[in-house]
């Protein structure tokens, strides 16, 4: 199905779209239909099987936010129309995507999953588009941002630099394209709800003396878990492609598919899991391997956090006690400068004492 096609399909029944509800029972019954993967089943974590068996009955969708079935669903190479649709509604403009990149990435720090790209696409216009979905919001995202998309800048002008030395031709920065980065996250990190009235967060740099000038960085961070909060009546085109990210309730699958029937296509795509029962373990399992790894190395960040807090503390406390030691050296100071002088008066009246005797 081609962009067109797709922006054209035809609604239908959205019921239609999931298929028959299955009870609790059929769907465990069909899993032990195949040992493997009913052994696999049970493996999974309580909350998982419950969202595999909610799905598999028919009454809610898959989450998004787990990778596998984001992977699936945004696959540049079997659904670029899906990709681009959802890239063009973040920019307000269309997009076509030239090629697929590898998200393979130099280590700048400690961390081997700093700058694992989901999704990295270069568009015709050259520009290079890192989309990252976050299950857990990771802590630091300014800073980790930043090394995402100055890490893909760098190795665009790497990379061109080197062409252009093949090429024997001379090198120049008007090459190196613009590098957006999108961030999605289920549980977003204390700092977006400071705003929580606010889910698409744009920024780029900027000069204060209005210096027009592009440094070819753009980001754009969604916290999916305050967009769910607020109130959407008319849904827009990225509206609804949050709530499909996002959501995996059949009300907001209706107003989706209601708004936009275009969508519904997506979402038969996704039910289609539910009549196959090794792929659909498979991708739990797989989604709960990932977030098991999100989840330690948040708790390794939210440990790094909590220790650098406590530290700032006792650097507070430190300069307290520093500082209430100088007063007390100053005071003691001041002591010994008065001591001095009743030492002084004292000598001084027993000369005058002296004195009057004779």
Not at 12 to 18: G, P
Not at 190 to 209: I, S
Request: proline share 3%; glycine share 4%; hydrophobic share 40%.
């Amino acid at each position: 199905m081609n962009a067109k096609e797709y922006r054209n399909t035809a609604a239908k029944d959205w019921e239609e779209i999931r298929g028959p509800i299955l009870t609790r029972g059929e769907v465990l019954l069909r899993l032990q239909e195949y040992p493997d993967v009913h052994e696999q089943f049970l493996e999974l974590t309580e909350e998982f099987q419950e969202e595999l068996i909610a799905f598999a009955m028919g009454v809610q969708s898959a989450k998004m936010t787990y990778d596998p079935f984001f992977k699936h669903i945004f696959n540049p190479t079997e659904h670029p129309e899906y990709l681009e649709d959802f890239l063009g509604s973040c920019f307000g403009e269309e997009v076509e995507i030239l090629e697929i990149l590898p998200n393979e990435s130099k280590r700048i720090t400690e961390e081997s999953s700093l700058l694992v790209a989901d999704l990295l696409v270069r568009l015709k216009s050259g520009a290079i588009v890192n989309v990252e979905i976050q299950r857990i919001g990771y802590y630091f995202p300014g800073a980790r941002c930043a090394c995402y998309s100055s890490d893909l800048v760098m190795r665009q002008y790497s990379q061109i630099r080197a062409q252009r030395r093949k090429e024997k031709k001379r090198f120049s920065y008007g090459d190196v394209k613009k590098v957006y980065t999108i961030v999605l996250m289920q549980k977003s990190t204390r700092e977006f709800h400071e705003l929580p009235d606010e889910y698409l967060h744009y920024a780029k740099q900027t000069f204060k003396t209005g210096l027009k000038m592009d440094l070819l960085q753009e980001y754009l961070l969604v916290p999916l878990d305050i967009f769910l909060k607020l109130p959407h009546n008319e849904i827009s085109r990225l509206e609804a492609w949050l709530y499909f990210i996002a959501s995996d309730q059949m009300s907001d699958i209706k107003k989706v598919c209601d708004a936009y029937p275009e969508f519904c296509e997506l979402y038969r795509e996704v039910f289609q899991f539910r009549y196959h029962p090794k792929e659909l373990v498979s991708m739990f399992s797989e989604a709960l391997r990932i977030l098991d790894q999100d989840t330690v190395q948040y708790m390794i960040d939210d440990m790094k956090r909590e220790l650098e807090e406590k530290a700032a503390q006792l650097d507070e406390k430190a300069a307290q006690l520093e500082e209430k030691a100088t007063q007390l050296e100053e005071k003691t100071a001041q002591l010994e400068e008065k001591d001095a002088e009743i030492e002084k008066l004292k000598a001084e009246l027993a000369v005058l004492k002296g004195i009057k005797k004779e």
